[in-house]
């Protein structure tokens, strides 16, 4: 089964912008950083390349700054308030990841890390398997009782079998973020200037989507190739600012999805990957650092997370049913905007 023009042109135009984005943002944030900056830094890491001892040491110190995420002291207050700000934001097309790092550097918090905001997802899950479970359910039924009677083409086997192979790009290149370059947010594309220009970048593609999508296809038109299409837009979300939502509800619309069927397969898509997310930080939180979040807030978190996300989710199904997606477009281009802004007047720092 075959990919038509439409779908390699998405799956193309997903790859080749992200790249550039990614790339773009970094040369933004060296040019912010000043260029006697970047050649202080630059000559520092070619000391560092000729010095075996020093090397030795910084690998040392990256292990014990990634086991010591998250890098500010959450209080309970704190965990609830980012609870509701990642409850309101991952599941509308926005970037929770972006607002996460944004909304505590605004408010004097400091960055809660990679690790805390992984963990914070755990409760968006339970939402989604709360609102969706009698979905899940038949699907779930539907999908053994296809493949036991080897109907493929069964409609709940397909979908079932897009989610899960929607899944695998994702995994495979957060658990290679994750062990084999660890580095990867410790570079410019974890700054809120990169941030700020992703989420305007996002909302030109999530706006070119609304504009040219056809819209016609429902949730039991789903393929196969639309759970690897999404899937692979899904890996966008890697790089804080674009959104998992938005990369996945942009991609179905590109490929005809009407807007609430994109919703519901993007959240779907959604469960294994960031389940697998939030347990392995988890997993490493309660094992190596937990007094640096404490179990008080950390609960506090996840239920604030839950709760907010339920909300968030049947809004966001009732509100695509009659509305379009041009108030998350603009107010990605707000968002961007306000933070470049406020970046250029000196009010918060690169």
């Not at 509305?323 to 802004?341: C, E, K, N, P």
């Amino acid at each position: 089964m075959g990919l038509s023009r439409n779908q390699y042109f998405t799956l193309g135009s997903f790859c080749a912008i992200g790249m550039a984005i990614a790339t773009t943002t970094k040369a933004l944030s060296s040019e912010l950083l000043g260029s006697s900056r970047v050649t202080e830094i630059t000559t520092s890491l070619a000391g560092l390349t000729s010095s075996p001892q020093i090397l030795a040491a910084t690998e040392t110190a990256s292990d014990i700054m990634e086991i010591t995420e998250p890098e500010t002291q959450i209080n309970l207050f704190q965990a609830i308030v980012l609870g509701f700000v990642q409850g309101m934001t991952e599941f509308i097309p926005i970037s929770s990841t972006a607002h996460l790092q944004v909304v505590p550097i605004a408010l004097g918090w400091g960055d809660p890390g990679v690790a805390f905001s992984a963990i914070l997802q755990l409760g968006s899950i339970g939402s989604v398997l709360w609102y969706f479970w009698p979905d899940l359910s038949t699907l779930a039924n539907g999908a053994v009782r296809g493949l036991v009677r080897r109907e493929y083409d069964d409609q709940d086997f397909r979908i079932v079998l897009g989610i899960l192979v929607g899944s695998v790009p994702i995994i495979v290149f957060g658990l290679i973020v994750k062990y084999v370059i660890p580095e990867f947010y410790d570079q410019n594309l974890r700054t809120i200037t990169a941030i700020a220009v992703v989420s305007i970048a996002m909302a030109i593609l999530l706006g070119i989507a609304e504009r040219f999508g056809v819209r016609k296809r429902n949730f039991g038109q789903l393929s196969l190739q639309d759970g690897l299409l999404m899937g692979l837009a899904q890996v966008l979300a890697l790089v804080p600012g674009f959104s998992r939502s938005g990369s996945t509800i942009t991609a179905g619309l590109f490929m005809g999805l009407d807007r609430t069927t994109a919703a519901r397969f993007s959240f779907l898509l959604g469960i294994p990957a960031i389940t697998l997310a939030g347990l392995v930080e988890l997993k490493d939180l309660l094992t190596s650092n937990l007094d640096s979040i404490g179990m008080v807030p950390l609960v506090g978190g996840l239920i604030s997370s839950a709760l907010f996300s339920y909300l968030s989710i049947a809004w966001l199904i009732n509100f695509l049913k009659t509305q379009s997606t041009w108030v998350f477009i603009w107010y990605r281009i707000a968002f961007g905007s306000a933070i470049l802004v406020a970046l250029s007047l000196g009010w918060i720092q690169p």
